[in-house]
């Protein structure tokens, strides 16, 4: 299918805050049969790792939706507002991956259900003590309010509702992991990444891995096999070593080995089909350490891929260039690659939503020895784009018609850069002082993380360099870029938050920490305006340049404070400045929006890819299949590869 083809159906559902919608997997009839094969593999891989992320994200996650489920699968449905709102709920929970909302992190409520309705449904499909539980998770509110709680103070483990630790505290999280730590260690292991940190009855802790024997092996086992079944159509021999790498890593639960398995993905960059699977991202951890279990299966889009690799063939120049102090620069930039990639499969903490942009690995040392590899997700970019098409919304929040027209020529261009700045040179930028490990600014990291990158694309989007690289054909690209994020951080994506509520989401804060700090230290010169009109605030950037400068500077002390480990003044700087939220404006953004009924949350239904076979049974190849709808897919899943 073309991506100019306006005649497919983006939108596959929409209720509560979401729209869910389909993505086209453009080039997949060019791939060899060989090839496609492959992508079915690593797609059925991808996809049974999906009830470890439910049990991460809470331990009565599974239970619930089971339940629920069973009665939306058993009981006559019902055309009744108590039945449409169990069915809602349903489908926040499938969007989720459990019971708290996938951005704020907050459980969401039962809006219009009862637990009079359900009590006697869940009679039907659950125990008494199962039915009891389930009810109360979801009727009380302050049974398991918040999946991540960083808020400064309290205690971030046991007020917390993931499913990291079990009957431990965060100093006791903390002291343990302090005392594994080796100083100066160059090559140091992701410590917890893949484990549980429980309390047992004698008072020891006890790691419980995520492997093959140990916990979600019946889980692992599955992705396993589907991983094996890959080796056999690996598309070269580094391929097959990459996947028997992993293997080898599930089956031992060695951090050492997925450090080897790291090295040798991202060095993986010949292979067309490509794939992430495992526990990568920590951000559903308040403390940092244990990362959700993810996958995305991929094909490099080639056509696409010549800006990001243009970039990534420049990339010394701009670590040389950086407004950051040359201490904390690289003096030698290895290993960048970048692509563009067209999905073909999410799955896990990936799925229903989707990112737009992937940078791996994650370890520093690994980063600066090896490199890192760097994705742009072009289809998923395409399909956001499309749905977008006519929503009014620049129109509500563009200032004028002057900035409205600038957006609608550049902003999608402006945006796809910023991505491919910040995922492809921002994360890869930069290096650690010597005797700096790189956890040291523990339930900060992420944010401050994202803003380095977010600030790097901000800062080198306006630079002649990308004119002269031929990837921008004007200033007003960037200008575009600057309206939408200073906009962004400042107030539109307060749609996200509930009334009353604050800045949890480490991608939120870090937006709201640039917008916030550059609109407060440009107050003098006039940089950024909160301007009035008719009754309605629109934010103004009267000065690009300044804001530029504005940008190097923060870009310069975040910068410090990774390559330092200063752990108080990234405290500072998140708690100041990206946590609190405007009421007034808050209340002015939520009305404005809901004017516009657009759904402030997206994500996506898969294809399906489907194995064709030959006349013995043999797979011979494979195809996408878009006609499953959303409700049918999750059941299905659900079906298929519920293991745990």
């Not at 639960?253 to 089909?273: A, C």
């Amino acid at each position: 299918m073309s991506k100019t083809n306006t005649q497919f159906a983006w939108l596959a559902d929409r209720f509560a805050d979401v729209q869910v919608l389909r993505y086209q997997i453009d080039g997949y009839e060019q791939l060899t049969p060989k090839q496609r094969i492959l992508t079915y593999y690593l797609s059925q891989a991808a996809l049974c790792g999906r009830d470890i992320t439910y049990d991460q994200n809470y331990a009565d996650n599974l239970l619930i939706r089971r339940c629920l489920e069973r009665i939306y699968i058993t009981c006559k449905p019902q055309e009744t507002e108590q039945w449409r709102a169990l069915e809602t709920y349903l489908k926040k929970l499938w969007f989720a991956n459990g019971v708290h909302h996938h951005y704020s992190t907050a459980k969401f409520s039962a809006d219009g259900l009862s637990a009079t309705f359900l009590a006697p449904l869940l009679q039907r499909v659950a125990t008494a003590d199962e039915a009891q539980r389930v009810l109360r998770i979801i009727f009380t509110p302050s049974e398991a309010p918040l999946r991540v709680n960083q808020q400064a103070g309290v205690d971030m483990v046991t007020q917390s509702a993931c499913n990291f630790y079990q009957n431990v505290s965060q100093a006791e999280v903390e002291a343990f992991y302090a005392a594994q730590q080796r100083p100066n260690n160059p090559q140091p292991i992701s410590m917890g990444l893949n484990s549980r940190l429980v309390k047992l009855p004698n008072g020891q802790l006890q790691e419980q891995v995520w492997r093959i024997g140990g916990t979600y092996s019946t889980a692992i086992e599955r992705i396993t096999h589907w991983l094996s079944l890959a080796t056999s159509v690996a598309e070269n021999e580094h391929q097959r070593r990459v996947i028997e790498t992993l293997i080898e890593y599930y089956r031992t639960g060695d951090l050492h080995k997925f450090d080897e398995y790291s090295i040798l993905w991202v060095n993986d960059t010949e292979s067309k089909v490509d794939f992430i699977n495992g526990f990568i991202e920590t951000y559903g951890d308040p403390m940092g350490y244990k990362a959700t279990w993810e996958s995305v299966v991929n094909f490099r889009d080639d056509e696409a891929s010549r800006r990001t690799q243009l970039l990534a063939q420049h990339a010394q120049w701009f670590e040389d260039n950086s407004p950051i102090d040359p201490q904390f620069r690289k003096p030698h930039v290895t290993g960048i690659s970048a692509k563009s990639i067209t999905l073909v499969q999410l799955g896990g903490d990936c799925h229903p939503t989707s990112p737009l942009g992937i940078n791996l690995p994650n370890a520093d040392w690994i980063r600066q020895q090896h490199g890192s590899k760097s994705v742009s997700l072009n289809n998923i970019a395409h399909a956001h784009e499309q749905a977008s098409l006519g929503s009014g919304f620049e129109e509500e929040f563009g200032f004028s018609p002057e900035h409205i027209a600038r957006s609608q020529r550049y902003g999608a261009l402006g945006g796809r850069l910023h991505t491919d700045l910040h995922e492809c040179l921002g994360h890869g930028s930069g290096q650690l002082a010597p005797g700096v490990q790189g956890d040291e600014l523990k339930n900060y990291a992420s944010p401050l993380e994202e803003a380095r990158a977010d600030l790097f694309a901000l800062y080198y989007i306006a630079d002649p360099k990308m004119q002269q690289l031929g990837l921008v054909p004007d200033i007003e690209v960037a200008y575009a870029e600057y309206d939408r994020y200073i906009r962004n951080g400042l107030m539109t994506q307060l749609v996200r938050i509930s009334p009353g509520g604050c800045i949890e989401q480490a991608h939120m804060r870090n937006r709201q920490l640039i917008a916030t700090w550059c609109y407060e230290q440009g107050k003098d010169n006039n940089v950024i305006e909160l301007r009035q009109r008719n009754g309605k605030t629109y934010v103004v950037i009267n000065n690009y340049e300044h804001l530029r400068s504005l940008f190097a500077q923060l870009l310069r002390e975040i910068q410090r404070i990774k390559s330092t480990g200063d752990y108080a003044a990234g405290r500072d700087l998140i708690e100041r400045y990206a946590v609190r939220v405007n009421p007034e404006l808050h209340r002015e953004v939520l009305a404005r929006y809901a004017s516009l009924n657009e759904a402030p949350f997206t994500g996506f239904i898969n294809p399906r890819i489907v194995p064709i076979l030959s006349d013995n049974g043999s797979i011979i190849d494979a195809r996408a299949d878009y006609s499953e709808g959303y409700t049918e897919q999750m059941l299905r899943y659900s079906q298929e590869f519920g293991c745990l």
